[in-house]
């Protein structure tokens, strides 16, 4: 999904360069919206999938090399750019980042801070003992 959506941003971003360059900006500006539209129709679920299984930092920095990856063959297919060994650079920077954000072991995955089975079985027994407690307290107070 975040590859699908990453599609749809760089045409809405970048393709008005080429497809309607002679045009009054403003056109170029709707025509992007409408592309843009598809892409956060693609993009906010695919965050939202993502989110339950990545941190926020792992999230940016995998569209940040996703984004990289499909402006790449855009660049080179699709607006005639030459390749030049600062894409070979930027790339290894990016690549670089994403191992740092995926090996960090200060920050706790979410799937790590999720409660385990065991984790909600004992805070429902400690809450029914509580409450049995008070029970019994209440009881002995009327008596």
Not at 9 to 38: D, Q
Not at 105 to 127: F, I, M, N, R, Y
């Amino acid at each position: 999904m975040l590859i699908c959506s990453n599609v749809f941003m760089t045409f809405a971003w970048y393709g008005h360069l080429s497809t309607l360059k002679g045009k009054f900006w403003l056109i170029a500006v709707f025509a992007s919206w409408g592309v843009a539209f598809f892409e956060y129709m693609i993009m906010v679920p695919a965050n939202r999938i993502g989110s339950e299984v990545m941190t926020l930092p792992q999230l940016k920095i995998l569209q940040e090399a996703i984004a990289l990856s499909v402006f790449v063959p855009f660049a080179i297919f699709f607006a005639k750019e030459h390749i030049s060994w600062n894409y070979l650079w930027g790339a290894l920077c990016i690549a670089g980042a994403v191992f740092f954000i995926f090996n960090d072991h200060s920050a706790t995955a979410k799937t790590q801070q999720l409660p385990t089975p065991t984790t909600v079985q004992k805070v429902e027994t400690e809450t029914t003992e509580q409450v049995t407690e008070k029970e019994i307290d209440n009881e002995r107070f009327r008596n």
